[in-house]
């Protein structure tokens, strides 16, 4: 399942709809499941080492940890040098919701996408 929101609908990437997960509706054969949802968020912001140095407290605040990371400097624009950032964050599920608002507070959200993958698997498999 893909899901894509406008900024304004960002909170709603954090919501998964728990209503089908009544045991009695999954086969017998299913030993575990594990909804992993993946965030992709653009924020910008005109303090970049200081929105950088939140969000390396932000992540331990959560107890999440960053898995992959990257600064890179894109070309001029105009007389401007512009640095990106790309992190992959693991985070929680349960602190999801509250690391993204207070990732709000460090910048702004420009965009947001989500993917939900569900992972099932079948005894014996794992």
């Known amino acids: ?14 919501t998964v709809d728990t209503k089908s997960t009544d045991k009695s509706e999954h086969n017998s054969d299913l030993e575990s499941e594990k909804i992993i949802i993946t965030i992709d968020i653009l924020l910008e912001t005109t303090k970049f080492d200081n929105t950088n140095e939140e969000l390396n407290k932000l992540t331990k605040k959560h ?5 992959n990371s990257s600064i890179s400097y894109s070309p001029y624009h105009g007389s401007k040098n512009y640095r990106n950032a790309f992190y992959t964050i693991r985070i929680p599920k349960d602190n999801v919701h509250s690391f993204k608002t207070d990732l709000n507070k460090s910048g702004n959200i420009i965009r947001g996408n989500c993917i939900i993958n569900f992972l099932i698997w079948k005894k014996g498999y794992i």
């Open 1 to 14: 399942m893909y899901c894509r929101k406008q900024p304004e609908d960002i909170d709603e990437l954090y």
């Open 63 to 67: 107890n999440a940890y960053i898995e």
